[in-house]
Each structure stands twice: as C-alpha cells, then as structure tokens.
C-alpha cells in the first residue's frame, strides 16, 4: 500500500505541473488497480488462506511481477463474491505481461494450490484508473485497513464541474483523520446500465477513523451539497470492506 501511495503521488505532482513546460521525457506510467472476485470453498480458512497467500507471493516473486496486493473482505455479504483479491499494478503494461506468463506458465499449478480453498472467475476482473484526490496526513504501515465505495450518477443540472467543486470543498475542511484519503476510480471496461458518472472510494486506517470521520463529515454543509448534486449507492454508508495488505 506505501508503494502504491509513492507511486500515485508522483503521477498527481506530475499532473500539476505547469502546461507551459515542455515535455522531454516521458511520462510516469499510470498505476492500474484491479479487483478479483473470489468465493471460498469447503476447506477455506485461516491457515489454508495464510498458505495460499505465501504460494501466490513465491509465485510472483518467480514471475517477476511487479505489484502490491490486499485482500478486501466485504463487512456486509454480498451476492457475487465472497472476498476481493485486489492488484495494484505499476501500469497496465505490466499488469498484461504478468497475466500472460500466469496463464501460460502458471495457471496450472495455481489452480491445484488453490483447489478446495477458493475459486476465481476470469469474467469478474475489474481494472480501473484510479485518480487521487486528497493523500493522507500520515502513511498507514499497519498492514490493514478499511474501504467504502460508492457508485454516484449527477443529478440533472450537474455535471463534473460540481465534483471537481465538492472535492475542493471537502479537501479544504479540517479535522478528519490523519490516515483518511480517497481517490475516484475510471473503469477501464464496458459498464453495464445503469451506468455509474464516477466512483469514489475512501480509505481510512480503522472502523474509528471511518465513524470519527462519517460524524464530522455530517455536521458541515458537506452532506447537503452531496444530496443536491449527486445520488450515490448502494447507501450513506457506502459499500465496505476490511481490507489486509498481502503484498507491498
């Protein structure tokens, strides 16, 4: 997670700098985040997962790949997928390239490491460019955290020019917590309708950070501006999940 931080930091500073100048390099490559839906199987649990992590870490070490990993555990259960396997890749070049030597070289054993503890679905891979819109005060080296997504349309009227309004707003409000941050997430695929305008995902240290947070968030005008420009699902709340760093 610290990498993919550094990483995404210096993409933004990258972004802001002067349109005047010329550009004779080239530029940074674009941090890609993806998202595996997994289900558990009859011998899922702790210590089998603790194994598979370790195989899947000695099997990227092997490949080559460059890339951070969490696994995110839905707080509420959801149809679907039982938890994510979440990849944090360099670019989406690299992401290409470890995914082919997977197939063509690893698929295999993989799959009889995992057999029996869980089971993935190659149609249910999501990547997304994230953008950040605000870092944290202080980086979170626990090795956990917790997420909320959520899937916002604009109401009529409104437009990106409003989110762009409301994330100036909300970065320039004071006492949220040191290890807050959020980023929007642009789908690198075909959505489905109803299409969602933008998702946003915020990612906090703990379940304290995120009701300290959620409490002074609710006491500016923050909440009205949300109410009157956007509609957000699948609620206030968001969708969340606990999430444990695997790999960084």
């Known amino acids: ?24 390099e080239p530029t940074e490559p674009q941090v890609m985040v993806e998202y595996v839906w997994m289900t558990a199987g009859p011998e899922f649990n702790d210590v089998n ?4 992590i370790n195989a899947w870490n000695a099997m990227i ?10 696994i995110l555990s839905p707080e509420v259960a959801s149809e679907g997928f039982d938890f994510i396997w979440a990849h944090i890749w ?25 057999d029996g503890i869980m089971n993935y679905d190659l149609n249910n891979v999501y990547m997304f460019k994230p953008t950040i819109g605000k870092q944290p005060k202080m980086q979170n080296d626990s090795g956990s955290f917790v997420n909320s997504f959520y899937f916002c349309t604009y109401n009529d ?18 006492g949220f917590s040191d290890y807050w941050w959020y980023v929007t997430l642009e789908p ?13 995902l915020d990612i906090w240290a703990s ?15 923050l909440p009205k501006i949300v109410e009157d420009k956007f509609s957000c699902m699948p609620d206030d ?8 760093v695997i790999r960084s």
Do not use: H
């Open 49 to 52: 997962l603790a194994s598979v």
């Open 61 to 70: 070490d092997e490949m080559g790949c460059s890339l951070n990993a969490n």
């Open 90 to 114: 360099e670019s989406e070049t690299a992401r290409d390239e470890c995914w082919n030597n997977w197939g063509d070289n690893y698929k295999a054993e993989w799959d009889m490491t995992i």
């Open 188 to 200: 690198t695929f075909e959505q489905t309708d109803p299409k969602p305008d933008f998702i946003w």
């Open 237 to 244: 709340d968001g969708a969340g999940f606990i999430g444990t």
């Open 1 to 24: 997670m610290k990498k993919f931080t550094i990483l995404i930091t210096s993409i933004f500073l990258i972004g802001a700098c002067s349109q005047n100048e010329q550009n004779t």
């Open 157 to 174: 009227g409104y437009s990106i020019a409003d989110l762009e309004s409301y994330k100036e707003a909300l970065n320039n409000t004071d």
């Open 207 to 221: 379940n304290e950070d995120e009701k300290s947070d959620r409490e002074n968030w609710s006491k500016t005008d």
